[in-house]
């Protein structure tokens, strides 16, 4: 295994994918869901193993780990600042399920050719999240969580918490 160096952002998405899917799963399976390489998907939970959030048998992730590292790290190892308005997919608090408890003027969107609404542009955690949370309802509601966690206020933040929380700890 390679040394590691840190998490990177694709890890949040390999992580969040596993915790998703509930059947036994080869990571050629996260791999072709995400778009992205076998050999990424390895080396992204091999670090993953190293930074204490997926067991040694690299087919668990431990939600408890992960749920602290969102809300207390991802802010800051992966910060984001809104954009240009573009057209794409609504994101953080513009998304399900914060739309339905949060009222704001403010649209925050990841970039995608084939999105429907405008809005702030927000750097998805990585370039392929877009085509996965189409195919992906449950991925794409972590992920929105997780950017509400890097972009939104205080309110916005502690709600996502919250909602991150039941989805990850309360299964």
Same mark, same amino acid.
């Given at each position: 295994?390679?040394?590691?160096?840190?998490?990177?952002? #694709?890890?949040?998405?390999?992580?969040?994918?596993? %915790?998703?899917?509930?059947?036994?799963?080869?990571?050629?399976?996260?791999?072709?869901? #995400?778009?992205?390489?076998?050999?990424?998907?390895?080396?992204?939970?091999?670090?993953?193993?190293?930074?204490?959030?997926?067991?040694?048998?690299?087919? %668990?992730?431990?939600?408890?780990?992960?749920?602290?590292?969102?809300?207390?790290?991802?802010?800051?190892?992966?910060?984001?600042?809104?954009?240009?308005?573009?057209?794409?997919?609504?994101? $953080?608090?513009? $998304?399900?399920?914060?739309?339905?408890?949060?009222?704001?003027?403010?649209? +925050?969107?990841?970039?995608? +050719?084939?999105?429907?609404?405008?809005?702030?542009?927000?750097?998805?955690?990585?370039? %392929?999240?877009?085509? $996965?949370?189409?195919?992906?309802?449950? #991925?794409?509601?972590?992920?929105?969580?997780?950017?509400?966690?890097?972009?939104?206020? $205080?309110?916005?933040?502690?709600?996502?918490?919250?909602?991150?929380?039941?989805? #990850?700890?309360?299964?």
């Amino acid at each position: 295994m390679k040394k590691h160096a840190g998490m990177r952002s #694709l890890d949040i998405v390999v992580l969040l994918k596993m %915790t998703v899917i509930k059947k036994p799963f080869y990571l050629k399976d996260i791999a072709d869901s #995400l778009y992205i390489s076998r050999s990424e998907v390895t080396e992204s939970v091999g670090r993953s193993v190293i930074a204490g959030l997926v067991t040694a048998d690299k087919k %668990t992730v431990l939600k408890g780990n992960l749920f602290e590292f969102l809300v207390h790290g991802v802010r800051y190892v992966f910060p984001q600042m809104p954009g240009a308005i573009v057209r794409g997919i609504p994101t $953080a608090h513009s $998304a399900y399920p914060l739309k339905e408890m949060i009222e704001s003027n403010n649209v +925050f969107v990841w970039p995608f +050719f084939e999105g429907t609404v405008s809005g702030q542009s927000i750097q998805p955690l990585y370039q %392929t999240v877009p085509d $996965a949370c189409v195919k992906d309802e449950q #991925l794409y509601q972590l992920l929105a969580l997780v950017d509400a966690l890097r972009v939104g206020n $205080a309110r916005e933040k502690n709600i996502a918490k919250i909602e991150l929380e039941k989805r #990850l700890c309360r299964e």
